[in-house]
């Protein structure tokens, strides 16, 4: 199921790069796309929401998120192209995504801090 979500040889290779900053770094991830959620369900205009999205999208895309990476790349280029009727069910789409990158990488934080 996580290979759907989450790129394997990113994390890998972040691991590998980060060693003892891989957990700073999952943590401000975390952190980072609360923040970016809250800017996308905020914004205020086609404009706005296609820079969260684009924000988003590079932030997942460096963490492996995959899946979460494409849906802020649809919504980005679904931003480019008012109206934007419906625009909330791809932002479902990508809170939902959010929600199991999240258990993974929570639990990636709790099998490295145990080991």
Not at 2 to 8: A, G, P
Not at 12 to 19: A, G, I, Y
Not at 68 to 90: T, V
């Amino acid at each position: 199921m996580t290979d759907m979500h989450i790129d394997q040889k990113v994390l890998s290779d972040l691991r590998d790069v980060m060693e003892e900053g891989y957990l700073q770094l999952v943590q401000t991830f975390l952190e980072d796309s609360e923040r970016r959620l809250a800017q996308l369900h905020a914004a205020k205009s086609a404009e706005e929401l296609g820079i969260a999205a684009h924000s988003f999208k590079g932030s997942s895309s460096n963490m492996g998120a995959v899946a979460l990476a494409a849906l802020c790349q649809l919504l980005e280029d679904r931003a480019r192209q008012p109206p934007l009727y419906g625009i909330e069910d791809l932002v479902n789409r990508i809170d939902q995504e959010f929600l199991e990158v999240q258990r993974f990488y929570q639990d990636e934080h709790q099998r490295i801090s145990a080991g």
